[in-house]
């Protein structure tokens, strides 16, 4: 007797039944024998790997209009929001935003999140209280935590002491800003001790690097020189890295060979990027996105994160991950097959990679976690912003959604005539 059986579901372009017992596939394969504690009949669905949130911050989620509106819609006003907004936090109110936002995003299959949260508060009260929902989400969710110097690791007074004091206390990641450092041998330095700060506790990076529209703003390559040095390009993260949307071509081309050698990982937050920068150009106006479709077309790992959910920095969004895939297929001008395709992937594995994730996928003996869309593939799930019907995690149903569906003058219609992607 199996745990779960979903019939008929598209994995990897092949209609196949999927069956689960304690918690991990048993098997992948048309027309599966035997019966099940519950039998779901997924009608040529995507079965995808459960979606990755590389980079969100939970600790200011929903806060957005409290105390003011960003009026400017920059990053700095942002930061200057969340300066004020920072001093009135208590445990409880961190934690009942944060953890109403996971479970937005565990509704919407997202079962793997990287949340970033301000260290640069003597008490560290964000901090303590997400390691505590680290913690009772366990079960459903499974949480990294960067610690992050909002305000600066050399500008912040003690700035790297709180950061060090974040590690010892159990954060996961070192984070960093250096493009908001006070000068640019202080930002040098800040990456310099993150580096210092995730040797000596033996864990990943993962910096908010070069966040601007100023082409001036370069410590990528200071980032990607210091993994290339100790061969330590998988475990580490450039967040945003915007400032490479606006560099020369001739500055650009040298920078890749750097970044080829180094494999560090890339985040880009599409929804986030092209609404914060910009704002300081008349017309034309810059995108502000990192160069993701040069990153990947050089090989190298993209992800997509959702950044920030209703808080000082973006008054909008779900915690969805294809709205960033979908906003980067705009943006980044990822319009053909292929491209659709690998903005998906940069939702799911992708974005796994980039958090290192271990057993993830579809596969024989791997643990159970999947989602249905409703959708026939990638490119469809991207295209119709589809639901996300069914949540599956360590083969527990978690979440279940109905799609909507519509009638036109009495009978049904669909968003997809002609049925899976016609495009491309
Ligand atoms: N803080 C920051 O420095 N950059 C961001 N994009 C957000 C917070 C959301
Ligand atoms: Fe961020």
Redesign the pocket.
């Known amino acids: 007797m199996y745990q779960l059986l979903i019939r008929g579901a598209r994995v990897d372009g092949d209609l196949v039944d999927v069956a689960v017992a304690d918690g991990r596939i048993a098997e992948i394969g048309p027309g599966i024998a035997g019966a099940a504690e519950r039998e779901v009949q997924a009608g040529g669905r995507l079965l995808s790997p459960p979606f990755v949130e590389p980079?969100i911050?939970l600790d200011s989620t929903l806060t957005a209009g409290d105390p003011r509106p960003n009026r400017s819609g920059t990053l700095f006003e942002g930061i200057e929001i969340w300066s004020e907004r920072k001093r009135r936090l208590t445990r409880e109110d961190v934690i009942s935003r944060a953890e109403e936002l996971l479970r937005w995003q565990a509704a919407q299959g997202v079962l793997h999140v990287r949340t970033?949260v301000d260290v640069t508060d003597p008490e560290l009260l964000a901090l303590e209280a997400l390691l505590e929902l680290k913690e009772s989400v366990g079960d459903w969710m499974d949480l990294q935590i960067v610690a992050f110097p909002q305000e600066g690791v050399s500008s912040y007074p003690g700035g790297a002491e709180l950061l060090e004091e974040a590690l010892r206390l159990g954060a996961d990641v070192v984070g960093g800003i250096p493009h908001y450092e006070h000068t640019r041998e202080m930002g040098v330095a800040s990456v310099e001790e993150c580096f210092r700060i995730a040797e000596k506790y033996d864990r990943p990076v993962d910096l908010?690097c070069d966040e601007t529209d100023d082409p001036g703003s370069r410590f990528l390559e200071v980032m990607a020189s210091e993994a290339l040095r100790r061969d330590w390009g998988p475990r580490v993260t450039a967040?945003?890295t915007t400032a490479f949307g606006s560099y020369d071509d001739a500055y650009a081309a040298k920078l890749m060979g750097l970044l080829t050698r180094s494999r560090i990982h890339f985040v880009a937050?599409p929804l986030i990027n092209i609404t914060l920068q910009g704002r300081f150009d008349s017309y034309p106006k810059r995108r502000g996105i990192t160069r993701v479709k040069e990153l990947w077309q050089n090989g190298l790992n993209v992800a997509l994160g959702s950044?920030n959910v209703m808080d000082p920095w973006y008054p909008l969004g779900t915690g969805n991950m294809l709205q960033p895939a979908h906003m980067a297929v705009h943006a980044c001008h990822m319009t053909s097959r292929e491209e659709v395709e690998a903005c998906f992937s940069m939702v799911t594995r992708g974005a796994a990679d980039a958090l290192g994730l271990q057993d993830y996928g579809i596969v024989e003996g791997g643990s159970a976690d999947f989602v249905l869309v409703d959708a026939p593939d990638e490119w469809e799930a991207i295209r119709r912003l589809a639901t996300t019907t069914l949540v599956v995690k360590s083969g527990r149903v978690i979440a279940e959604t109905s799609p909507a569906r519509t009638s036109l003058f009495g009978e049904s219609i669909e968003p997809a005539p002609g049925g899976a992607g016609s495009g491309g």
């Open positions: 980079h911050h970033h908010h967040s945003h937050n950044d």
